[in-house]
C-alpha cells in the first residue's frame, strides 16, 4: 500500500464532505463533539484497530444519513440484497461504477434478525435495552420484507450481502482491486452467537463429540440442545450482547465486564464465483469462502487493506457482507462480534500483464496491508461442488504455496531460499473454523524488503 490508513480515511472523508468541512469537523473532534467513527492508523503488530465514539455522541447511520463518502451510495434496501446466498455469475447488477471509482454501501447485521432470534430486531434489540430510533430502518425491514429467497434457517448461510456492483472493464481473467477506504459501525451495539452444530466445539452431525474433545467439552453444551424442536427460537442457541462503548466491545457477566477494541471489518468481501442459475445453490451459499473471496473472515482486512479477488463474470459482480465490528482469529465460538457497517472502498480493475496486482490474484485470493503480503490459504475452496473439507492441513500447504509463488514470481526470490525465509521470518495463522471451508492466512513482512 502507499498510503497509511489514517491517510485513505482522511482523504475519503475529505473527498466526501469537502476539504473546508473536513478541516473544520476535525477541530470540532478536538474540542469534543465527536464524530460518529473515527479511524485510528493500524499499531505496529498490523493488529487492526479503530476508535468509535462514545454511545452518548454515536449516530445511528439510518440509510441516507450521515456523511457518504464514495463516488456512488448503496443501501441495503430488500431489493438490493441476498439473505443467505452470494451473486452468481448470472446475477443482474444494482449498481454499475467505473474502475478506479470509490462506493459506499451500507451492510446489514445478520444477528439480531435470524430466525432463532424471533426474526423481528425491534423485539429482539429492545429486550436487550436498545431504544427503537437506534434499531437500523433496513435492518427492520430485510427482517419483515425480504422475499427473493425463500428463507430455510438450517439450509441457508445467515448472511444478509449488498449488491452485486458491475464494475466497468472487468473481465473473466482479470484482478478486482478492493481497497477498503472505511469501515464505520452504524450503531453502538453488536452480537456474537453461538450455535448448536457449529463454531470450534461443536459435536458430529452423529451427536458425537470431535476429535480432540469430550462430549462434556462440547459447546454450547449438549443439554441445551433442542434441534429437534421444531421452532429455531427454541433450538437452544445463544447470542450475547455486546455493547459500544469508547470504541470497545462490552460484554457483562454477573457483576464483572470485558472490554476489548473494535477493529471493524467486512467478513464478507467477494466477486461472483458461482456458475450455478440457481439463486439457492450450494454453491451460492453464504458461509463457505471461495476462489472469489465471499466469506473468507481475515481480520486484518480492515480500514486500509487491499484484497485482491481474481474475475470470473464480466463486471466482477462485487458484493459485501458479514459486518464485524470485532473478530479474533479463529472465530471459534461461531461468529465475530457482528454489527452492521457502512464500508467505503476504492474498486479498480488489473489487467493481466499490468503490474497492478500480485501474480498470485490472477488465480487466488491474495491481500496486503500497509505493512505486510498477506497469502491466504483455504481447505476446499471450489464453492461446494463436491462438498466442503474442513482440513486446516490442506489450507495451510495452500497458503505457504500461494507465498512461495508470490516471493518466487514477485520478489524475485530463488524457491528454496523463500522457503527458508518464511519459516525464518513470516507468520501463519488461522483465519476461522467454522465457515465449512476453513482458512489460513500469512504476513510477509514488507520492512523485510526494504533494504
Avoid at 185 to 193: A, K, L, N, T
Avoid at 239 to 263: C, I, K, N, W
Avoid at 331 to 359: I, N, Q
Amino acid at each position: 500500500m502507499d498510503k497509511s490508513f489514517a491517510q485513505a480515511a482522511a482523504e475519503t472523508i475529505a473527498r466526501g464532505i469537502g476539504r473546508r468541512d473536513f478541516v473544520r469537523a476535525m477541530a470540532a473532534v478536538g474540542a469534543g463533539a465527536g464524530l460518529s467513527a473515527v479511524a485510528s492508523a493500524c499499531s505496529s503488530s498490523d493488529t487492526p484497530t479503530a476508535t468509535v465514539a462514545s454511545t452518548s455522541t454515536f449516530e445511528v447511520l439510518h440509510p441516507d444519513h450521515g456523511d457518504i463518502a464514495g463516488d456512488h451510495y448503496l443501501k441495503s434496501e430488500p431489493a438490493q440484497v441476498l439473505w443467505g446466498y452470494v451473486p452468481t455469475v448470472h446475477a443482474t447488477p444494482v449498481m454499475r461504477m467505473r474502475s478506479g471509482q470509490t462506493i459506499t454501501l451500507d451492510t446489514v447485521s445478520h444477528e439480531g434478525i435470524l430466525e432463532d432470534q424471533g426474526r423481528n430486531p425491534i423485539e429482539y434489540f429492545g429486550a436487550n435495552g436498545v431504544n427503537e430510533s437506534d434499531i437500523l430502518q433496513d435492518a427492520v425491514a430485510v427482517a419483515a420484507d425480504y422475499n427473493r429467497t425463500p428463507r430455510d434457517f438450517d439450509k441457508d448461510g445467515p448472511h444478509v450481502v449488498t449488491g452485486p456492483v458491475f464494475v466497468e472493464g472487468a473481465q473473466p481473467g482479470d484482478v478486482l482491486k478492493i481497497e477498503t477506504l472505511e469501515a464505520i459501525p452504524r450503531v453502538p451495539y453488536g452480537v456474537v452467537s453461538s450455535r448448536h452444530g457449529k463454531g470450534a466445539l461443536a459435536r458430529k452431525s452423529d451427536g458425537s463429540a470431535p476429535d480432540g474433545i469430550t462430549i462434556e467439552e462440547v459447546m454450547p453444551p449438549v443439554a441445551t440442545d433442542h434441534r429437534k424442536n421444531s421452532k429455531p427460537t427454541e433450538y437452544g442457541n445463544v447470542s450475547t450482547f455486546t455493547a459500544v462503548e469508547d470504541g470497545h466491545g462490552v460484554m457483562s457477566y454477573g457483576d464483572a465486564q470485558v472490554r476489548f477494541p473494535l477493529a471493524p471489518f467486512m467478513g464478507i468481501m467477494g466477486v461472483a464465483f458461482s456458475q450455478d442459475r440457481d439463486i439457492t445453490a450450494a454453491t451460492a451459499n453464504s458461509i463457505p469462502p471461495t476462489i472469489g473471496g465471499g466469506n473468507i473472515d481475515i481480520r486484518l482486512l480492515g480500514v486500509g487493506s487491499t484484497l485482491y479477488l481474481p474475475v470470473f463474470a464480466e463486471g466482477a459482480l462485487f458484493y459485501v457482507g458479514d459486518p464485524h465490528m470485532a473478530m479474533g482469529d479463529g472465530e471459534v465460538a461461531l461468529t465475530a462480534m457482528e454489527g452492521s457497517l457502512r464500508g467505503t472502498y476504492r474498486l479498480t480493475v488489473c489487467k493481466p500483464g499490468s503490474g497492478d496486482a500480485p501474480s498470485v490474484a490472477y488465480n487466488y485470493p491474495f491481500a496486503e496491508t500497509e505493512n505486510a503480503w498477506v497469502p491466504i490459504g483455504l481447505s476446499d475452496p471450489d464453492g461446494a461442488v463436491n462438498g466442503n473439507s474442513s482440513d486446516l492441513n490442506i489450507a495451510m500447504r495452500r497458503a505457504v504455496v500461494n507465498a512461495l509463488d508470490f516471493l518466487e514470481n514477485d520478489q524475485g526470490m530463488d524457491r528454496a531460499t523463500a522457503y527458508a525465509y518464511l519459516s525464518a521470518a513470516s507468520d501463519f495463522v488461522v483465519s476461522q473454523v467454522v465457515d465449512r471451508t476453513v482458512g489460513v492466512h500469512g504476513q510477509i513482512y514488507k520492512s523485510h524488503f526494504a533494504v
